[in-house]
């Protein structure tokens, strides 16, 4: 078998061509969309805001507590 890519005569089952690196076959499954893998959601910020109040609420009732 030939290498669709490069020409480079490779074995028959072979998955990828050893000479450039191309696959032999099509993909059977749809490739991800063109975005970046490294691009992350963004968060919402509220949950974190109600976190720190409750923090904050917390430190002042034991600091009420304690006087």
């Known amino acids: 078998m030939t290498c669709r890519n490069c020409g ?31 691009a992350k959601p963004r968060r919402r910020l509220w949950p974190w805001l109600i976190a720190a109040g409750l923090a904050a609420a917390g430190l002042l009732a034991t600091w009420t507590v304690g006087c």
Request: with cysteine; aromatic share 6%; proline share 10%.
């Open 8 to 38: 480079t005569e490779i074995a028959e089952k072979a998955l990828i061509c050893y000479r450039c690196g191309k696959a032999t076959t099509d993909p059977r499954i749809k490739p991800p969309a063109e975005e970046s893998v490294f």
